[in-house]
């Protein structure tokens, strides 16, 4: 592993210790959220410039995650630098920013109303301003797969290829989402879920009043452009 | 700016403090009472005796939130005094104080039940005593409106003006409430979340009883006029 | 009220101030348990030996509440010791410990999931071996009634009465729940909430099966008796 | 008591005080994972190599525990070692412990979504990875049985033995769970009670999809021999 390791260039280090600390510290975010339960839920981040990637190690729990007990792997899953096993979903993230250069971090969990229209395959309608803000338009559900292949990888591509969401809701799994940074990725599985309970709580005692294309386009545009501090 | 900045008046400053001191500690009610997810909401007060307001700014986080980093505008949402963009509902809180000048704070959230409510564009019967005493009967639902011009000001107001209620439901969108301080506002978007919450899953399995009317004016009257300490 | 004061015995003092310690603190369960928000419940407890009642006053947030600041009244609600007004829910509370000797403490709050069927109109039914054991039957509803009288007081004791339940789901606004502590009281309405929701959940896809009365009263009588330390 | 007590081996000593304070801590991820109101769920530890257990006393509530209120009693539930009664529930830990040698760690709670599935004496169906992952297929439920002999040890192992599942949801009871560890039984009843939920709300809305049986197996094997570190 050591000519692995030296493979990281010197200049990349530092960038690598500041996404370390970054990763974990957005690992807190998904309990605090209540996005997930014991240790079943993910985020990485693209190590800028190289095909390299920074994930949680696999089975330990939030409380004990560090800057230090992250994991660095190339886009095929392959440690390069730690102590632990990576998450079991590592290759599904690397398969994501090998194919989608935009995408600077990617979040996985099984949050509880995303993964209850999951379960049923359904995408989730957009009838909600703070949707058509975040995510433009339905959060569309991507195919069946399970671990082992790239199956899944490619099923998250292909589907967020074909939407302006950037969240995907795979199959009886459960959602994955994409950003220009981890943080970013973050705040979209924190509104996955904010607008996933939101649309079936409405949904269960009636049926919730479409919003217009031309404002839902009029809503995305603005708030990926003019909202937040510049 | 500065010729703006000095028509603050001196006697206003230190109004102008506590007000930001006020605002920035009832941001915290928000994610405490679980109204709000990420940045999406705010509280905003009128600096009475002046056409201004203070409100957080703009796609901040609440644990970022400090007095100094409330922003203070004009009614139509100028920034008069701050370092950061106000948040993008000011002008509508805006138009809610030019319009309403009993209303001395005002709160939006996204509240998952209220919201869910809205996106049926469907109002909330009164059918708890707790809501005969705070809003004096049903929670009314306001017009689709986009950010953009003053459309959502507007339909707060005209809804308001026609009814009890300190809270609306946007269509769509999520509430927004009033009070004659913006500690009141947040009580009344706190309470106006539990009751849609409440009716809701009275709902699911039936149909809630009707309280009469005469009923429901009793309450309000008395909660209006004898609750609370003297 | 000095005279009032003074007709509080020397030797009921120290009881009276033990008591406010206590009550002062079990309000802190209730925002723990999820039971309230803002300002809308409370707890008392009788001061026993005397017709008098220790209470929240009126108003207070649970955060600001201490024991110097719990009132003590008579069993008609007249404010006896204490600088603040009563909870405007003093009557009922007197009321019961008027009619019901054995009770020692009285718990009101509005609660989601009890309200919920309280608006309905409708008793919980026992299907759950956790309601066999704490309330030995069904949670049953008693009458609409409204502030001003007794009516509220009249209407919880004649529903206790006619049941083994230690609560009562009051029509359209929420459960009152009785102990021989406050304690006790306290602990009815965190299991009264969580029954309530369990059942509603349970109801939510089907029809819970029903628990043989035999196995009630088996499972009542055990818990009644030989539940916890000796 | 003394004779009993010089029964438990001075080898055992250091072990009955490691799972002493292993199974006090666990008992903070009960409240913590909102499986449990007020005293309603216990765990215990197998003392491996002697039929004995540990146990939370009965009726003491969760902040109150220590690692020295932790009573050890034999497998029918007959107090060895410790100054508190213990669980009402001992018996059936007991229970599982003689039939099931593989179980290390026992867990019972009254979490609402599972238990909601258990009043309607309805398995959960397996729709979910996540569940394929830890319970290989459905969770059945075992048969109504009371306190007051073996009947729900027998139900808990009868229904185990004929199941991948490591949890059953007892009728019109709650979820038992067990593990090779205690800590793999409090890992198994946050996920009964997430997969429960998670379900639950899918299936509020319509029908979720079936998992082939053939990726159950698989997300299971994998799973099972895979995941976490080595």
Redesign the interface.
Known sequence: MSTVTSAVAEAARDLVLELRREVAALHAELPR?ELV??T?GNVSARVPGHDLLVIK????RYEDLTPESMVVTDFEGTLVEGD??PS?DTAAHGYVYAHLPEVGGVVHT?S??A???A????EIPC????MADEFGGPIPVGP?A???DDSIGRGIVATLQGSRSRAVLM????PFTVGASARAAV?AA??CE?VA?????????????P?DQA?VD??YD?YQN?????
Do not use: C, D
């Open positions: 959220n339960v014991w079943a190690p696999s089975g330990v632990r096993s079991s099984h509880t109303y993964t209850a229209w379960a049923r395959g359904e009838v909600l301003t703070m069946f399970i671990i082992g199959q009886n799994h459960g705040k924190v509104l904010e309970r939101t649309v079936h709580v409405s949904r269960q005692l009636g049926e919730p009043l919003i404002h009029a809503l603005r003019a909202y937040g501090q510049r």
